[in-house]
């Protein structure tokens, strides 16, 4: 299913029903099991609020926003019981550093940072504050479901703030490895380009050269989103396996890889509490670093 939002209003009429009433009654197609799961997926906000009952009445004037889309076709056919095993069998993650104050984490390609509007279950945010004994968990920064990497969370609002200052001031250390389409003949280039009218600036690095793609370090100076996936396809050489923002570039590419070719390989900053300065490195993953290892049969120097 394309990702849909219904923003509805409750009128005098609908004065008394159920949330899940509402919603099978005032969008087209979506039977009133089908407003359960959504619901209890936390696809559904009153007014601004996300609600995770169906029972819960509603008042002429609140203003109700759903969130359809692929999480609720994937639970749709599964009960309750086997949506919660569902959200369990995710790509496992796995943690680096764990003190009183921080996690870093390296997660897999394919699992979702945080929660959605579509949904607040199945994230790596969920997954830690679900930990037997996790509590509260902050979330720092993100990174794309479809790359893999380094994320730091905090555990207590001190390193919820700092961390969150030292991001916003640009002041953490961020390298990813990313594979790219063609051949880039410099050695170093800075890329500063607004993105959405903000200033994003990346500096990339040649790592080594194949016959017809080019494996790159990318320094994040600032931290748009998408940042690099937008950067180097404005450069003529989108990352490969990005089917966003690759283009025909990046789809026309002889052997893709199975995911996008993007990881978060470098994580430093200064601890949040005592200021020791903490630096983590994540080694490509596989099967990414196989298919790397596969474009080796041809490398070339630059012209």
């Keep these: 299913m ?3 939002t219904h923003r509805l209003t409750v009128g005098p009429d609908d004065a008394g029903l159920r949330l899940d009433q509402l919603l099978g009654k005032r969008i087209p197609g979506l039977s009133r099991r089908r407003a359960r799961v959504l619901i209890d997926l936390g696809g559904v906000f009153v007014d601004g609020a996300r609600v995770k009952v169906a029972s819960r009445p509603l008042r002429p004037g609140q203003k ?3 969130h359809l889309g692929g999480a609720l076709d994937r639970a749709s056919g599964l009960g309750k019981e086997a949506r919660d095993r569902d959200a369990a069998a995710l790509p496992d993650h796995r943690i680096v550093f764990e003190d009183d104050d921080v996690i870093v984490v390296d997660k897999p390609a394919g699992l979702v ?3 959605t509007p579509e949904s607040d279950r199945g994230n790596l945010l ?3 504050q679900r930990r037997p004994g996790g509590g509260t968990v902050y979330l720092i920064h993100r990174i794309d479901r479809p790359t893999s990497g380094l994320l730091v969370f905090g555990k207590t609002d001190l390193a919820n703030r700092v961390l969150g200052e030292r991001f916003a001031a640009h002041d953490i250390e961020r390298e990813y490895r990313a594979v790219v389409a063609g051949v880039i003949a410099d050695e170093t280039q800075t890329i500063d380009r607004p993105i959405d009218k903000k200033r994003a600036v990346t500096h990339v690095t040649v790592v080594e050269r194949f016959a017809d793609a080019t494996l790159i370090a990318a320094r994040l100076e600032t ?6 996936r937008i950067h180097l396809a404005g450069l003529g050489h989108p990352l490969l396996g990005d089917d966003r923002h690759g283009g025909e570039v990046a789809r026309m590419f002889a052997s893709p890889p199975t995911r996008l ?3 978060a390989a470098v994580l430093g900053f200064a601890h949040p509490a005592t200021g020791a300065p903490l630096r ?3 080694a490509l993953p596989e099967p990414l670093a196989s298919w790397i290892a596969s474009l080796r049969g041809a490398t070339v ?3």
């Design 2 to 4: 394309t990702a849909e």
């Design 64 to 66: 109700v926003e759903a």
């Design 113 to 115: 940072t945080a929660p």
């Design 126 to 128: 969920d997954l830690l």
């Design 223 to 228: 931290g748009r989103t998408h940042q690099i």
């Design 261 to 263: 070719a993007l990881h």
């Design 280 to 282: 983590f490195e994540s």
């Design 301 to 303: 120097e630059p012209a």
